[in-house]
């Protein structure tokens, strides 16, 4: 890792940064703060639920009872904002640092210099890991911040083990954007690639949930293994999940750097 | 001692033609020119020297390190400004300048001098700079450091005259402190009035590498001679001397190489005047590039007496 580059590579995420984690902090604030309004009204709005297609109830995740804490947040931020913020901040900021910067030759300027190609790209990873912890944080504090400040009691360990499986999801996709942006050099083909790819397991994922028949495809779906409802209602701690979110993120991490050691860079 | 070593490099990119097999080298402290158009494989050559690109065949070796493998150890010697670099636009120049500098271990501010000798504003917003002073930054960033060998693709296009005559000085005093300049340049005039050597690559092969001197003196010359009588009609038959065009008093030859031959022949006359168009790189250059490489004199005077 070089922290000559880190320092910058921060700085040039600061803007993105501040504006996804701000988006998190007032939604799952908002939704917080909005929380025991639902679980006094949950009789109406169950009642709501039920004149709703199923298709739609599935796709966004609306299952269980919604006054439990793990359902009500999964529902309404866990799988359905914080998706699309880590999306956000897994394919901007991987794609920028590898095929961006090689395609606007600012990567040649850093690469010209005594930094290696494994130390840019080691710091390259630095920089996606601390930007999705930043954004877990700020998701996870600003829910478990609030829920306090309205009377609901919390379990402060399962809202660090969903922040966690947050953080290890916004990984995967990073690691994964990381490798697509070595092997393609094309900011627009890799960030395209994993946006299109997320949006099918998207689709696997609800079509698994409809079709018992085909259950089994959920396991290609990414958005199988993040799934925060059981941590926070029963204290589970999704081990498997985090273990298959790890393994993936270091192999694509892992072959990233092993490629870009390899490979012509040529904007 | 050479620092630059290249044999039998050869980079293709998939179908399409990178290099194919230079062989050159380049010594300590030594200017060295590379010409070729847009496309003849010269940025190649430069990626392959800095290690972005790995060789299809032969290898580059940069203070003795393979230019591919051990990069890293190539680069702690080696400044390099590519022909179009990418700063950063949201910095500052003083904060790209003071990011290059710590990236080569360089003191902050190293810069200053240098910039100030260009007239390069360090408090502006890079995307903010024209072109021509965004080039300014690669020309400070190559020569600011203490690197002995300064790699530079195309460094003063878009500068103006003024600031393209600051950078020659810079090249003159990196090749006074021993330094050694690898100057891949559209601008013929700089090549010539910079570099000791030159290396003209044509469609990814190198198709001359001389002497700057040499490679000038190697071409044709025109010779316009206005004798006080007509000459003999035999008294320019000499190696190497060909006659263009005679009209009574007037002769105009063409002569290659030694010009001492021709001289000592043109003391028995008594002559009115003598004119001697040296080629510039332009010519020679141009004569690399025709479709064929013709021997004779006549069928290329056009080109030498343009």
Same mark, same amino acid.
């Given at each position: 890792?070089?922290?000559?580059?880190?320092?910058?590579?921060?700085?040039?995420?600061?803007?993105?940064?501040?504006?996804?984690?701000?988006?998190?902090?007032?939604?799952?604030?908002?939704?917080?703060?909005?929380?025991?309004?639902?679980?006094?009204?949950?009789?109406?709005?169950?009642?709501?639920?039920?004149?709703?297609?199923?298709?739609?109830?599935?796709?966004?995740?609306?299952?269980?009872?919604?006054?439990?804490?793990?359902?009500?947040?999964?529902?309404?931020?866990?799988?359905?904002?914080?998706?699309?913020?880590?999306?956000?901040?897994?394919?901007?900021?991987?794609?920028?640092?590898?095929?961006?910067?090689?395609?606007?030759?600012?990567?040649?300027?850093?690469?010209?210099?005594?930094?290696?190609?494994?130390?840019?790209?080691?710091?390259?990873?630095?920089?996606?890991?601390?930007?999705?912890?930043?954004?877990?944080?700020?998701?996870?504090?600003?829910?478990?911040?609030?829920?306090?400040?309205?009377?609901?009691?919390?379990?402060?360990?399962?809202?660090?083990?969903?922040?966690?499986?947050?953080?290890?999801?916004?990984?995967?996709?990073?690691?994964?954007?990381?490798?697509?942006?070595?092997?393609?050099?094309?900011?627009?083909?890799?960030?395209?690639?994993?946006?299109?790819?997320?949006?099918?397991?998207?689709?696997?994922?609800?079509?698994?949930?409809?079709?018992?028949?085909?259950?089994?495809?959920?396991?290609?779906?990414?958005?199988?293994?993040?799934?925060?409802?059981?941590?926070?209602?029963?204290?589970?701690?999704?081990?498997?999940?985090?273990?298959?979110?790890?393994?993936?993120?270091?192999?694509?991490?892992?072959?990233?750097?092993?490629?870009?050691?390899?490979?012509?860079?040529?904007? | 001692?050479?620092?630059?070593?290249?044999?039998?490099?050869?980079?293709?990119?998939?179908?399409?033609?990178?290099?194919?097999?230079?062989?050159?080298?380049?010594?300590?402290?030594?200017?060295?020119?590379?010409?070729?158009?847009?496309?003849?494989?010269?940025?190649?050559?430069?990626?392959?020297?800095?290690?972005?690109?790995?060789?299809?065949?032969?290898?580059?070796?940069?203070?003795?390190?393979?230019?591919?493998?051990?990069?890293?150890?190539?680069?702690?010697?080696?400044? *390099? +400004? $590519?022909?179009?670099? @990418?700063?950063?636009?949201? %910095?500052?120049?003083? &904060?790209?300048?003071?990011? !290059?500098?710590? #990236?080569?271990?360089?003191?902050?501010?190293?810069?200053?001098?240098?910039?100030?000798?260009?007239?390069?504003?360090?408090?502006?917003?890079?995307?903010?700079?024209?072109?021509?002073?965004?080039?300014?930054?690669? *020309? +400070? $960033?190559?020569?600011? @450091?203490?690197?002995?060998? %300064?790699?530079?693709? &195309?460094?003063?296009?878009? !500068?103006?005259? #003024?600031?393209?005559?600051?950078?020659?000085?810079?090249?003159?005093?990196?090749?006074?402190?021993?330094?050694?300049?690898?100057?891949?340049?559209?601008?013929?005039?700089?090549?010539?009035?910079?570099?000791?050597? *030159?290396?003209?690559?044509?469609? @990814?092969?190198?198709?001359?590498?001389?002497?700057?001197?040499?490679?000038?003196? !190697?071409?044709?010359?025109?010779?316009?001679?206005?004798?006080?009588?007509?000459?003999?009609?035999?008294?320019?038959?000499?190696?190497?001397?060909?006659?263009?065009?005679?009209?009574?008093?007037?002769?105009?030859?063409?002569?290659?190489?030694?010009?001492?031959?021709?001289?000592?022949?043109?003391?028995?006359?008594?002559?009115?005047?003598?004119?001697?168009?040296?080629?510039?790189?332009?010519?020679?250059?141009?004569?690399?590039?025709?479709?064929?490489?013709?021997?004779?004199?006549?069928?290329?005077?056009?080109?030498?007496?343009?």
């Amino acid at each position: 890792m070089n922290a000559r580059v880190l320092r910058l590579e921060l700085r040039r995420s600061r803007t993105l940064l501040f504006w996804l984690a701000l988006t998190m902090v007032l939604y799952g604030g908002f939704m917080a703060a909005y929380y025991p309004t639902l679980v006094r009204d949950i009789a109406t709005i169950e009642q709501t639920f039920k004149t709703y297609p199923k298709e739609m109830l599935a796709a966004f995740s609306i299952e269980g009872n919604l006054s439990d804490q793990g359902a009500y947040f999964n529902a309404y931020v866990l799988s359905l904002v914080w998706p699309i913020v880590a999306a956000m901040a897994g394919i901007l900021i991987p794609t920028r640092m590898v095929a961006a910067d090689l395609e606007r030759g600012f990567l040649e300027l850093s690469l010209t210099t005594p930094v290696s190609r494994t130390r840019y790209l080691v710091t390259a990873i630095a920089v996606q890991v601390a930007a999705m912890a930043i954004l877990a944080a700020a998701t996870t504090l600003a829910i478990a911040g609030v829920l306090p400040l309205v009377g609901v009691a919390i379990e402060p360990a399962r809202y660090l083990v969903v922040g966690l499986l947050a953080f290890a999801f916004g990984c995967t996709i990073s690691a994964a954007t990381t490798l697509l942006a070595v092997r393609t050099l094309s900011r627009g083909i890799a960030g395209g690639l994993i946006a299109g790819a997320l949006l099918l397991m998207f689709l696997l994922q609800t079509i698994a949930k409809l079709v018992p028949d085909l259950s089994a495809i959920s396991y290609l779906s990414v958005f199988r293994y993040f799934y925060p409802t059981p941590v926070l209602d029963q204290g589970s701690v999704p081990a498997g999940d985090l273990a298959v979110f790890g393994l993936v993120a270091v192999a694509c991490w892992a072959g990233a750097v092993w490629l870009f050691r390899r490979r012509d860079l040529i904007g | 001692m050479s620092v630059i070593e290249v044999s039998g490099l050869t980079k293709s990119y998939g179908a399409r033609r990178g290099v194919i097999e230079l062989d050159f080298a380049v010594d300590a402290g030594e200017v060295f020119g590379f010409l070729g158009p847009n496309g003849a494989g010269k940025t190649t050559t430069i990626r392959l020297l800095t290690g972005m690109v790995c060789p299809t065949a032969g290898e580059a070796r940069v203070f003795g390190h393979d230019a591919w493998r051990d990069a890293p150890a190539v680069h702690r010697q080696m400044a *390099v +400004v $590519a022909s179009d670099p @990418g700063f950063l636009g949201e %910095l500052t120049v003083a &904060e790209q300048l003071d990011h !290059l500098a710590d #990236l080569r271990n360089l003191p902050a501010g190293v810069w200053r001098p240098l910039a100030e000798r260009l007239e390069l504003e360090p408090n502006v917003q890079i995307r903010k700079l024209s072109r021509g002073n965004r080039q300014k930054i690669g *020309v +400070v $960033a190559v020569f600011m @450091g203490a690197e002995s060998l %300064l790699v530079m693709d &195309e460094p003063t296009s878009g !500068l103006d005259p #003024l600031m393209q005559r600051e950078f020659l000085g810079l090249v003159s005093e990196a090749r006074a402190a021993g330094r050694t300049v690898f100057l891949s340049s559209h601008n013929l005039a700089e090549v010539e009035r910079t570099c000791d050597r *030159v290396g003209v690559i044509r469609e @990814g092969r190198l198709v001359e590498i001389a002497p700057m001197q040499a490679l000038i003196g !190697l071409h044709w010359r025109s010779v316009n001679i206005v004798f006080a009588e007509a000459p003999d009609a035999d008294a320019f038959d000499l190696p190497d001397v060909r006659v263009v065009a005679t009209s009574g008093r007037e002769a105009h030859l063409m002569v290659r190489g030694d010009v001492n031959p021709l001289v000592r022949r043109l003391g028995r006359f008594d002559l009115v005047d003598l004119s001697v168009a040296t080629p510039d790189l332009e010519d020679v250059f141009l004569h690399l590039y025709e479709p064929t490489a013709p021997d004779a004199a006549g069928t290329r005077t056009a080109e030498v007496t343009r």
